[in-house]
């Protein structure tokens, strides 16, 4: 038995109730910033496809991009990249009711690399480079140990759940 106990016990069917709607509003505030994420990800692209045609057809030399644009663009790129998981990471939670962390690891992991990217390295302190190089250290080993564990659970469920 386990030795802890519940913090509150629902007693009536007017807590089931209140706790219903809650989990209703809180479904609809998901799926409102869902859709509002969707919203930021197709101006972002817009963004980079914009950018793109300004720095190759409209600023000469054409066809030529510098190394600043190439990073502006990358980080761009990067940023969609970042959307498109928080997006899936929504809409997971939303059809699972559940975050899977290995998501929300991916999205830490590309951040801090889209950060490494347009980072100006003689402007940036030593120890904050060391601390970036803990922070994707950190998350590459959560990473690895998360996928390490996922796949015995996935082999201990029954086929039918799967």
Known sequence: MPDW?????????????????????????????????????????IELGYVLYIDIFDTPPYFILNIKEILDVFGLFLLVLIGIELFETMEIYIKENVVHIEVVLTVALIAVARKVIILDVKKVESATLLGIAAIILALSVGYYLIMKTEPAKRHDEPEAEK
């Open 5 to 45: 106990k519940p913090v509150f016990r629902i007693s009536n069917l007017r807590d089931l109730k209140l706790l219903s709607a809650l989990d209703r509003f809180k479904r609809v505030l998901v799926i409102a910033i869902t859709f509002m994420m969707g919203i930021v990800l197709l101006l972002n692209v």
